[in-house]
Structures are given as structure tokens and as C-alpha cells.
């Protein structure tokens, strides 16, 4: 007889055993919060939602626009410096690759505060909405380079040859071997990363860019009811994010990585 506590061998679990034992971590962690709360005496209050649901709607819709934007944006800058990183003219080459070590090599919170007070007040930009946007597009892009840069490295270079010796030109390499191993090789990571565009957006807020965590933030200084009003912001950044994540992993299950 199985026990119900394992996977098989092969790290797999049956659909209802796998249902039955999520909802039960799920319940044991609501019911850690919940006892957690009750302890320091918090009592939940959602009223505020029917009261403020159309400023918490538009900050959900901002908060949507600005990662669909960032995220179009984050591709045109990512996908160059991927390409740059392994040019042979080396002045390109190092640019892009410094790039990506400040970016990466630093918090997002300070990107936000240099670039647009800095950068953005030197340069005349003073449209909080599109500095945002930009600010979120040059961070992700130096993540999606990455990305991108890692799975050209991992195509076989035996493929490559191989088309040119039976006679592909290179825009027929590029259309027939490379482009459809890298869509399969990038694209489960890309969607991971859009999930993270979404959650970083929220940092936009301490530049008074009025998403959905500034927002919220406004709220809670109207009610004074800053538990009620963070955790339901947790909850609507949940409702963005875990179909996203589970996107991804079906463009995991999917999306071979054979040659």
C-alpha cells in the first residue's frame, strides 16, 4: 500500500493526493497567521473595499499597465544587451556586460530614487508614470539579457553547423534552429520574470506613482487600518501573480529543452 505522505520514486504525486495535501498546508499556514493575529490582539476589518473599490480598481489597472508596458520594454532592452554581451566589438561588448552587473548588483529601491531624481531631474524628465515604467524596463531588462544570453550559450554548436552544411543560410538558421530552441528555452523563464515585473512595480509607490500599493498606502493613512488594508493588498498581488507562476510551470511541463 502507498503511503499517502510520499511522492512516487520519480518525485511525482497523484492529482487528489496532490490537492488534498496543498489544502492542508494551506489551512495549517492561515490558521498560523490567523493565531498569529489573534495574539497581538489584531481584528481584521475589510469594510474599507466597499467604500474605496473604485481608487483600489484603478490602482489595480495602473498596476497592470505599467508591468504589460515595462514588460515590452524590459524584451527591446533585454534581448540587445543578451546579443551585445557576446559581440566581438569589445566597447559594446563591456557595456552591455556592465550594465547588467550594476543593475543586478543593486536594489531596485535605489535604481528608483537615482534615476528619477538624479537622472530624471537633470534630463527634464517629470512624468512619474513613464519614469516608472522606464526605471522597471532598464531593472528587468539586465534580468531578461540574462536570461536570454544564458540560452543562446546552451544551444549546441553542432546544430548550428549542421544547418550550414546542408546549405541554410543564416536568416534560415536563425528562423529554423536557433529562434524555436530559444522560444522553448527562455520562455518558461520569461513568464516567471513577469510575474516579478508585477511585484516590483509596487516599489514605484515612493515615487507617488499611484499603483496599487500607493494606493493602498493612501488608505490605510485615511482608515488607520494598516493590517486590514496590507494584507488585502497582499492577497490582490497573489490574485496577479500565481496565474503567472502557474503559466509558467505549464510552459515548463510543455516546452521541451531537448536539442
Known amino acids: 500500500m502507498r503511503n499517502p505522505l510520499l511522492a512516487d520514486a520519480d518525485g511525482r504525486a497523484r492529482p487528489i493526493q496532490a490537492a488534498v495535501w496543498y489544502l492542508v498546508v494551506i489551512v495549517l499556514v492561515v490558521l ?4 498569529s493575529l489573534a495574539m497581538v490582539g489584531v481584528a481584521l476589518d475589510f469594510s474599507f473595499v466597499a467604500r474605496f473599490q473604485v481608487r483600489i480598481l484603478d490602482g489595480l ?10 514588460l515590452v520594454l524590459s524584451l527591446v532592452i533585454g534581448l540587445p544587451v543578451a546579443v551585445g554581451q557576446g559581440s566581438r566589438v569589445l566597447p559594446v561588448r563591456y557595456l552591455c556586460d556592465l550594465y547588467v552587473k550594476l543593475v543586478r548588483g543593486t536594489p531596485l529601491l535605489a535604481q528608483i530614487y537615482l534615476f528619477f531624481y538624479v537622472v530624471g531631474t537633470a534630463w527634464g524628465v517629470e512624468n512619474r508614470l513613464v519614469a516608472g515604467i522606464v526605471i522597471l524596463s532598464v531593472f528587468s531588462g539586465a534580468y531578461i539579457a540574462e536570461i536570454v544570453r544564458g540560452s543562446l550559450s546552451s544551444l549546441d554548436a553542432g546544430q548550428l553547423e549542421a544547418a550550414r552544411a546542408v546549405g541554410f543560410t543564416r536568416a534560415q538558421t536563425m528562423r529554423y534552429v536557433v529562434v524555436p530552441q530559444l522560444v522553448s528555452r527562455t520562455l518558461p523563464a520569461l513568464t516567471g520574470q513577469f510575474a516579478s515585473i508585477v511585484k516590483d512595480s509596487s516599489l514605484l509607490s515612493v515615487i507617488a506613482v499611484v499603483e496599487l500599493t500607493q494606493t493602498m498606502r493612501e488608505i490605510s493613512a485615511t482608515t488607520f487600518n494598516l493590517f486590514g488594508t496590507y494584507l488585502f493588498l497582499a492577497g490582490l498581488y497573489l490574485c496577479l501573480t500565481l496565474p503567472i507562476m502557474f503559466v509558467s510551470r505549464a510552459f515548463e511541463r510543455r516546452l521541451t529543452y531537448a536539442h
Open 32 to 35: 498560523f497567521f490567523w493565531a
Open 61 to 70: 489597472l495602473l498596476t497592470l499597465a505599467i508591468s504589460a508596458g515595462s
